[in-house]
């Protein structure tokens, strides 16, 4: 689930804009089993994705964007933008896999 | 139950990223990998077609990025100016030009709100209005405007990518229109011309009464502590303030903003006769807030007319400093008061109705909307008096605003006639179509220097303007222009040069009042005693002297309190520190501690003087300057009897207190407060750590600024670095055969913040160090040294 969360929410964080993780996240969630390894999995791996590819970016900017960013949210190092963007994207997928995992299995047992 | 928390949980936060909190912008578009704020390249000039120009305009490109523009005829130079500013500056011009028009809130949401409110009810907007309409019937100005305009316009129509902050404060760029720039000269009027102390005198004379202001602050000093631009012999009678005033039944005021501390300039001219060349020579630095980026834009304009170097505002057309082939000009701040209050009383409380003189006239009112970000409103009603604008009510009194600033000008004129004036005759004939903000001008040609008091400069009789006056016997006109035979100017004097630094402009003896308030006499008698000291004057001379930074006040007041404190009182590390301040040179040094104890030391010395003696404005303090602190130290340790003595007793207390225990007691009060800041260790007590001086983001973004800096100079420096305001701009120029100069704006003219130029020079700024710059002969010269060359060319339907 880890490296399937990874090459997914990498292609969706990089091609499609930013509410199509969450939508990623509760098709997915709609879609398994209930089991909460999946979330946590599946969040783990958008949160590293989106942490991983803004730093990417942020290297063509020579780490300005970074440091700019840093400060205007008071965070004392770059380093920390990038773990609150981990936050982001692993609360993101995290809120929104649970939602979609506890509304198919309501949607389960209405059809029952 | 659970499966809706889940799902409402999960809404909630999409909801946050997409509209963030409070100050907190919307972090999911915001970090968006694909078109967020990662999403960012550097906007370049290229080679493109211009809808509006009448011929192909060049513009070259050189290794500091300063853009060299050379068109066939002004009107193209300007729209090209605007095009290549607004694609350098774009955010700045617009938050710039939406301070006094009252949109900022448009732009920040509610934290502009508090600006918005104050300018629209001071009535910048019908100023604006006003001057627009005036500059209507002045062809060569408005078409100068327009064209600059329509090419700021070109680049905001044809722009793919906004700048980062647009994207942080989740807006899109608009057009501009004419008027928002006249805002941006309006701006910078008030900044320079709306500084005003009427308010806290008129409180302060109301509990102690009007000799006791005149006495802590006073028109004049003792001529040791003085200091005037004028350097002209007079042989008038000084002439003396009344003792008595209007006095005023308002009970509180309206916050009034205050001037910067440190918001001032420099200049200073040298004759041939004392250069080395044989030639003038003049420097100029302007000191304001220092932003990135920088509020000055550097840039030679060329067309067949004229052939100039400068900067201008980053938001105006042409040059407001600079120098051509023939001549160099630049200002400090005039400082002269032209700020006046007035007390009316309407019918009744809520009444438009005023009485004046026995007659009754009616205030114009007028509804103005501010918006603010998200969709909210806010209404303000302006009054206009045939006395000022409405400021505040209480009951059936009213107090109104008298601002020169308020007035039509027509600088940009003035401004556009320097370009090519080709001696210091024509360069001071320019500065008649001047009004605000006054300026002390200096031009320089190759044989001439000459100094100038700019602008509309009010005839007033002594003590005029210094408390809030009584509008109900005042006369129209409120304030009458002083003769063109008064104006201060000078013109090659005998000492061999010219200098101001913000300081008072007319010695006693001129016989004439321009107001009391003016910067304080440490910079101008610094650059004084340096020009006076030197014969052969170079250009190294010249940069060396913008970056002194002895202490002319310190050497003043120190001694004095070295002498009263007493030793036995204090601690080892106390006496310690004393003794570094014995052995102190008055240099203001980033990486030493004695400025910092004698800045500390002094303000809390002045407190317990004089702190019970004026009133509290909120959190501000009207306080009497260093210089009469200096005056009052002197008196006293001539002749401890002097009737200065009164001072030194805190009328708080039933003890008799002394000015040696004062002196202790300010010692220990600095001592613990430096600890409660910077810590226990004395070390850490540097000038730097205590002042932290540094660049903000032109539009306050945090992170956007530049780091702490190491530099040196405080606000009563030559070298006047501030916390946060300083040289924006420094320029020295050796006019000759073509003319030499050398240059600093920190910052650079790149103000995109994830460049890596966006803080260009400010190192080399801290530093003191200058580049000198590229100033072509024509556009052959300058596409042989050009990094990029650039070609405007008309589109089609134009051509």
């Not at chain 2, 030391?601 to 003087?609: G, L, Q, V």
């Amino acid at each position: 689930m880890f490296f399937f969360g990874l090459a997914l929410s990498a292609a969706v964080i990089w091609l499609l804009p930013w509410w199509a993780l969450p939508l990623t996240a509760f098709l997915i969630g709609f879609m398994l089993p209930y089991k909460f390894h999946y979330v946590w999995s599946f969040s783990l791996s958008a949160g590293l994705a989106m942490a991983a590819l803004s730093f990417v970016r942020d290297g063509q900017s020579h780490g300005l964007i970074s440091k700019r960013m840093a400060g205007l949210l008071s965070l004392p190092t770059p380093t920390l933008l990038f773990a609150v963007i981990f936050i982001l994207g692993f609360v993101t997928a995290a809120l929104w896999m649970q939602a979609g995992l506890v509304l198919s299995k309501r949607s389960a047992k209405t059809l029952k | 139950m659970r499966k809706w928390f889940w799902l409402i949980l999960a809404i909630g936060w999409l909801l946050f990223l997409k509209l963030g909190a409070g100050p907190l912008p919307g972090l999911g578009p915001l970090f968006e990998v694909s078109t967020g704020i990662w999403d960012h390249h550097p906007s370049t000039l290229e080679s493109r077609t211009l809808s509006g120009l009448k011929d192909k305009v060049t513009v070259t490109i050189d290794q500091s990025g300063v853009p060299h523009i050379f068109a066939r005829n002004e009107s193209d130079l300007y729209l090209a100016q605007g095009f290549v500013m607004a694609q350098a500056r774009l955010f700045q011009m617009d938050i710039s030009t939406r301070v006094t028009a009252g949109m900022l809130s448009e732009l920040v949401g509610e934290r502009g709100l508090a600006f918005d409110e104050f300018f629209v009810k001071f009535g910048m907007r019908g100023s604006v209005d006003e001057m627009w309409r005036a500059i209507g019937k002045k062809p060569r100005t408005r078409a100068m405007l327009e064209a600059f305009v329509t090419g700021v316009n070109l680049y905001v129509d044809q722009l793919q990518e906004p700048p980062p902050e647009y994207k942080i404060l989740n807006v899109k760029p608009q057009r501009f229109s004419p008027e928002r720039f006249v805002h941006m000269g309006k701006a910078l009027t008030f900044n320079l011309a709306g500084r005003t102390f009427d308010l806290e005198l008129s409180q302060i004379a109301g509990k102690f009464g009007v000799e006791h202001v005149l006495d802590l602050f006073p028109q004049y000093l003792p001529a040791k502590f003085e200091d005037f631009v004028d350097p002209r012999p007079h042989g008038k009678a000084p002439l003396a303030e009344p003792t008595r005033a209007f006095q005023t039944s308002f009970k509180e005021f309206p916050s009034f903003p205050w001037a910067n501390p440190g918001q001032g300039s420099n200049n200073w001219a040298v004759a041939p006769a004392k250069s080395a060349s044989g030639t003038s020579l003049f420097a100029n630095d302007t000191h304001l807030g220092l932003t990135l980026p920088n509020i000055w834009f550097e840039t030679q304009l060329y067309t067949p007319d004229f052939n100039a170097y400068g900067v201008s505002l980053a938001a105006l057309p042409g040059l407001v400093n600079g120098f051509n082939k023939d001549i160099a000009w630049g200002p400090t701040n005039g400082t002269t008061d032209v700020l006046d209050f007035y007390e009316i009383e309407f019918e009744d409380e809520t009444s438009a109705r005023y009485l004046v003189n026995q007659q009754w006239y009616t205030g114009r009112e007028e509804k103005q909307i501010v918006k603010i970000k998200g969709g909210n409103e806010k209404e303000i009603v302006v009054m206009n008096t045939h006395l000022g604008v409405l400021l505040h009510r209480q009951g059936k009194l009213g107090l109104v605003a008298d601002w020169a600033g308020h007035r039509p000008g027509n600088e940009l004129l003035a401004l556009r006639g320097l370009l090519n004036a080709a001696n210091v005759d024509e360069c001071l004939l320019s500065f008649s179509d001047w009004r605000v903000p006054i300026q002390n001008f200096l031009c320089v040609d190759k044989t001439n220097i000459a100094w100038t008091h700019a602008g509309f400069v009010p005839k007033r009789p002594a003590g005029q303007g210094r408390f809030v006056m009584d509008g109900r016997t005042a006369r129209v006109p409120l304030i009458e222009e002083l003769p063109e035979s008064d104006r201060p100017q000078a013109r090659n004097p005998a000492q061999g040069f010219l200098r101001s630094a913000n300081e008072k402009i007319l010695p006693p003896s001129a016989g004439i009042y321009l107001g009391w308030d003016y910067e304080p006499p440490n910079r101008g008698q610094r650059i004084q005693e340096a020009l006076q000291a030197k014969d052969k004057w170079t250009p190294e001379d010249m940069i060396a002297l913008q970056n002194d930074v002895r202490n002319v006040e310190a050497m003043r007041i120190l001694p004095h309190l070295l002498r009263l404190v007493k030793q036995d009182e204090l601690t080892s590390g106390q006496r310690e520190a004393l003794e570094l301040l014995r052995a102190w040179d008055y240099r203001v040094l980033a990486t030493r501690i004695e400025a910092t104890l004698y800045a500390v030391w002094t303000d809390k010395f002045k407190e317990k003087i004089f702190g019970d003696d004026v009133l509290e404005e909120g959190k501000r303090k009207l306080m009497p300057r260093d210089a009469r602190l200096a005056w009052l130290l002197a008196r006293l340790e001539a002749n401890p009897n002097d009737p200065d003595a009164k001072w030194v007793d805190d009328r708080a207390t039933d003890a008799k207190e002394t000015l040696t225990g004062q002196a202790t007691r300010a010692l220990q009060a600095t001592w613990n407060l430096l600890i409660e800041r910077l810590g226990p260790d004395p070390k850490l007590w540097t000038w730097r750590n205590w002042q932290q001086p540094r660049f903000l983001h032109a539009g306050r973004l945090p992170g956007f600024g530049s780091d702490v800096l190491t530099v040196d100079g405080s606000n009563d420096t030559v070298s006047a670095v501030a916390k946060a305001h300083g040289p924006t701009y420094r320029v020295v120029v050796e006019t000759g055969e073509w003319p030499k100069a050398w240059m600093q704006v920190p910052g650079g003219n790149n103000g995109d913040p994830f460049a890596t130029d966006f803080e260009r020079f400010v190192t080399d700024w801290s530093q003191g160090r200058m580049r000198q710059v590229e100033f072509y002969r024509d556009m052959e010269e300058a596409k042989k040294a050009a990094v990029r060359i650039v070609e405007f060319t008309p589109s089609a339907e134009v051509k």
